[in-house]
């Protein structure tokens, strides 16, 4: 075996064995809901998104652990292929073919990714926009100029939200109350 194909087969193992490590160990160590100690965060469960126009969302870069695995996976892949054709076997020909494939694939899987991401934001988070005028029912009180915790269901989802009286005004649990502005990640609400 030659060492161009060598580096090719390490560069396909090793993004193989990344992408099958990564799905494994997602579901071991990611996606709780706890915060640290194992218990609910206390008023960060905020799910509007802001910061973002209606033209980009979060969620994706081009440049992540995904898509590196996929070029080096791609390129290890293509590259064992064309070293063994004879027309492609020189390195000279084989590594920019198997590079520029890795490119295609690699741009291929954040374009997939993307559009699922996309999909599923558009489809259950709200919009900052949206929210304001809608009613929302405080479910941590809010004490005079501090900070409580609402809930509001906006596109068939709840959601919750940290939120403060406008003026400093107080609310108590189980109230209803409308949403008049957000700053940042706070909500202010008034009487309904």
């Not at 080096?72 to 520029?100: D, R």
């Not at 374009?111 to 929210?131: P, Y």
């Not at 005028?133 to 004490?143: H, K, Y």
């Amino acid at each position: 075996m030659d060492k161009v194909f060598m580096v090719y087969l390490i560069c396909f193992g090793v993004g193989l064995l990344f992408t099958l490590v990564s799905a494994f160990m997602a579901d071991v160590f990611g996606g709780h809901d706890a915060g640290a100690g194992g218990h609910e965060g206390i008023g960060a469960d905020g799910h509007a998104e802001a910061g973002f126009g209606t033209h980009d969302m979060p969620g994706f870069s081009p440049i992540s652990p995904t898509t590196i695995a996929s070029f080096i996976t791609a390129f290890g892949g293509i590259g064992m292929v064309l070293s063994k054709i004879e027309a492609t076997s020189p390195v000279w020909i084989s590594a920019p073919v198997a590079a520029l494939g890795g490119l295609v694939i690699a741009m291929l899987v954040f374009w997939l990714f993307r559009a699922v991401f996309r999909r599923t934001q558009s489809s259950s988070e709200s919009k900052v926009a949206q929210v304001i005028g809608l009613t929302a029912t405080v479910i941590t009180p809010i004490a005079a100029d501090g900070v409580g915790e609402i809930a509001y269901i906006h596109g068939g989802s709840r959601y919750t939200a940290p939120a403060r009286g406008e003026d400093g005004a107080a609310f108590g649990n189980g109230r209803t109350v409308k949403i008049t502005r957000i700053v940042g990640t706070q909500f202010y609400v008034a009487a309904s």
